[in-house]
């Protein structure tokens, strides 16, 4: 069965950094490339970014929203997706949800408050 | 970047109703799209994917359609459970998802 699980939200001042954890079980990680989608309350879904898989160089790419700000790593050796947020805005709170490459799979999410 | 354009923004149905909502790309997608159903409080759920094959699991009343720069999401027949927000995703370029149709009971 296919699990993905986020970790990491919490609340951070405007200007403040934070690093959400996605632990990934069930497929096989390596070979996949996984997504960041969030959601800010009451609001639509928005895609954050993605990386590949060591296939394809672990290349990222991002939504011009996040770019320069947000970062996705990954650890093949340990199933996990990351997503570090910098210089965090008060317009990135949202639901954060990690998601498989294919969309399929989503995590339950995590909440990432931005307020002072 | 692609821009999915999704309508109607949200609509009043009743059980038993056939309810129809589109999507349409600001270019050419193939048939490289998705749809979501969420509830409150819960993460997407894949209905459809490459724009008109059934999720394994999902009732056979929803159905997809479509091909470019349109595509369509039916229910046949609207049940209880179907009160949700559908969403619309294109993953040919970077990935981008339409705007939302809520459907409420009327």
């Known amino acids: 069965e296919v699990q993905l699980v986020e970790s990491g939200g919490g609340l951070v001042q405007p200007g403040g950094s934070l690093k959400l954890s996605c632990a990934a079980s069930g497929f096989t990680f390596s070979g996949s490339a996984m997504h960041w989608v969030r959601q800010a309350s009451g609001k639509g879904l928005e895609w954050v970014g993605r990386?590949?898989?060591?296939?394809?160089?672990?290349?990222?790419e991002y939504a011009a929203s996040v770019k320069g700000r947000f970062t996705i790593s990954r650890d093949d050796s340990k199933n996990m997706a990351y997503l570090q947020m910098n210089s965090l805005k008060t317009e990135d709170t949202a639901v954060y949800y990690c998601v498989i490459t294919t969309f399929d799979y989503w995590g339950q999410g995590t909440l990432v408050t931005v307020s002072s | 970047d692609i821009r999915m354009t999704q309508s109607p923004s949200s609509l009043s149905a009743s059980v038993g109703d056939r309810v129809t909502i589109t999507c349409r790309a600001s270019q050419g997608i193939r048939n490289d799209l998705g749809w979501y159903q969420q509830k409150p409080g819960k993460a997407p759920k894949r209905l459809i994917y490459?724009?008109?094959s059934l999720q394994s699991g999902v009732p056979s009343r929803f159905s997809g359609s479509g091909s470019g720069t349109e595509f369509t999401l039916t229910i046949s027949s609207l049940q209880p459970e179907d009160f949700a927000t559908y969403y619309c995703l294109q993953h040919n370029s970077y990935p981008s998802f339409g705007g939302g149709t809520k459907v409420e009971i009327k």
């Open positions: 490459a724009a008109s």
């Open positions: 990386i590949r898989s060591k296939a394809n160089s672990y290349a990222t």
